[in-house]
């Protein structure tokens, strides 16, 4: 993000759940100059960003009038997809809904 003419004091980051709000407030000139022709605009301004589930900042950085922020995907192991085993059949487990099923039968 371009943000020439604003220092890391006048920059604000801000993560509010999957919202990224960036926040930029120039502080006024008290100088009492008066300019002819200012190139850059230095309004105050605020930037929201949609953020994917699971993103977290891990950085920023301002250098040269330029914003970077570093985002990662930090998934939870139980989201994380995970690989299941199918077994060559367990003789006790089929024995056990067998006596199962008869019992409910036997009940009704």
């Known amino acids: ?55 977290k900042i891990k950085a920023a950085n301002l250098e040269n ?3 970077t922020i570093d985002i990662v995907r930090e998934i939870p192991e139980e989201l994380k997809p995970r690989r299941i085993s199918i077994g060559a059949g367990d003789a006790q487990v089929g024995k056990q809904i067998a006596q199962d099923t008869e019992r409910t039968r036997k009940a009704a």
């Open 1 to 55: 993000m371009a943000i020439a003419g604003f220092s890391q004091d006048e920059v604000e980051l801000t993560q509010h759940g999957p919202e990224l709000v960036v926040v930029g407030q120039k502080a006024d000139d008290q100088s009492g100059r008066q300019l002819l022709h200012q190139g850059i605009a230095y309004r105050s301004f605020r930037q929201t960003f949609k953020l994917a589930d699971h993103m």
């Open 65 to 67: 009038g330029l914003l």
